[in-house]
């Protein structure tokens, strides 16, 4: 049998392998978790809501080069964001509380996760609504959810409770019975509200009328420099300002009432005078003061009183 041939050698060798070398390694800074890196040894970040600035570890004063930098607008965008985030969320509890809202179990497991959210709902009194009832006894102090257990509280005995509901209300201080009690309590607990309730000024509607029944004239005369001035107050503490009065819209009973405050109209740059409060229904008819729900007489009254608060006060030997 014919043999095949010995195959000849190859006249190109074989090229070793060559490994392939690491890039040599540079210095690198470890970013710290919450600090964005801003050369030179700086590392900016937030805390407690404004900007900050740390130097090889170490708090330091923001240097005002890098307060113009483009990290420090960008962080101070979302400072800003985060306050309006903030307001929002305040905004939006109070006015489930302003208006005897309902809230779903739901929403608060939704919500509790945000910072902002949880902050304003911590340790706000609140009761379990349901079919229709609302349990006042039942309440407490909310401080969380858990999809098992319910809705978590400590009660009026101080003691961890949870309310299984799928329904809860945060009711207004002025609905709420012994409410001293209850403020006694968060005091004796350590508890501090996110929200303004339980230590909310609150006002009870006379029993009988006042001089004019339609209208409260005890923040009348509140003299301001400029109206621009008793405007921007109004608006800064969260009230609308309409027709020249400061405005307080609730709802109560299932309807819409406002409560309006005179605080004068024109040129911005005149002085002006508080007038009366008085209130309106949904077709912006006038309510008698007695006849006025008990939430919507306390909020109007609360907005005048602090409005007032403001005024310009005459020095002694003025009018001499």
């Given at each position: 049998m014919a043999k095949k041939p010995a195959a000849k050698p190859s006249k190109k060798s074989a090229k070793p392998k060559l490994k392939a070398k690491s890039a040599p390694k540079t210095a690198s800074r470890k970013q710290t978790p919450g600090w964005v890196d801003a050369g030179k040894g700086y590392e900016l970040g937030i805390r407690d809501g404004k900007l900050a600035a740390r130097k090889d570890g170490a708090d330091v004063t923001v240097p005002k080069a890098l307060k113009d930098s483009a990290i420090a607008e960008r962080l101070s965008a979302a400072i800003d964001f985060l306050d309006d985030h903030a307001r929002t969320c305040l905004a939006t509890v109070e006015t489930w509380m302003l208006r005897s809202l309902p809230v779903p179990r739901k929403v608060l497991e939704s919500v509790m996760a945000d910072d902002s959210w949880a902050a304003?709902?911590?340790?706000?009194?609140?009761?379990?609504?349901?079919?229709?009832?609302?349990?006042?006894?039942?309440?407490?102090?909310?401080?969380?959810v858990d999809a098992a257990k319910g809705i978590g509280v400590v009660d009026r005995a101080g003691e961890t409770a949870w309310l299984d509901t799928e329904l809860v209300m945060i009711p207004h201080p002025v609905l709420?019975?012994?409410?001293d009690d209850l403020r006694g309590l968060a005091v004796e607990i350590g508890?501090?509200?996110?929200?303004?309730?339980?230590?909310?000024?609150?006002?009870?509607?006379?029993?009988?009328p006042p001089s004019d029944p339609m209208e409260i004239d005890a923040y009348a005369?509140?003299?301001?420099?400029?109206?621009?001035?008793a405007i921007g107050l109004a608006k800064r503490l969260g009230y609308r300002v309409a027709g020249g009065a400061a405005v307080c819209r609730v709802l109560e009973r299932g309807r819409f009432v406002e409560a309006r405050y005179d605080?004068?109209?024109g040129d911005p740059m005149?002085?002006?005078?508080?007038?009366?409060?008085?209130?309106?229904?949904?077709?912006?008819?006038?309510?008698?003061?007695?006849?006025?729900?008990?939430?919507?007489?306390?909020?109007?009254?609360?907005?005048?009183?602090?409005?007032?608060?403001?005024r310009k006060l005459e020095k002694d030997g003025d009018d001499e």
């Open positions: 304003v709902l911590r340790d706000a009194w609140v009761v379990p609504v349901g079919e229709g009832d609302i349990d006042r006894e039942a309440g407490g102090f909310f401080r969380g709420l019975d012994e409410v508890v501090t509200q996110g929200l303004s309730q339980l230590f909310r000024e609150t006002f009870v509607v006379p029993k009988t005369n509140g003299a301001f420099g400029m109206l621009s001035q605080i004068g109209d005149w002085e002006t005078e508080t007038g009366a409060l008085g209130w309106v229904d949904d077709k912006q008819r006038s309510i008698a003061v007695v006849d006025v729900p008990p939430v919507a007489y306390s909020e109007g009254m609360r907005m005048a009183s602090m409005i007032f608060a403001k």
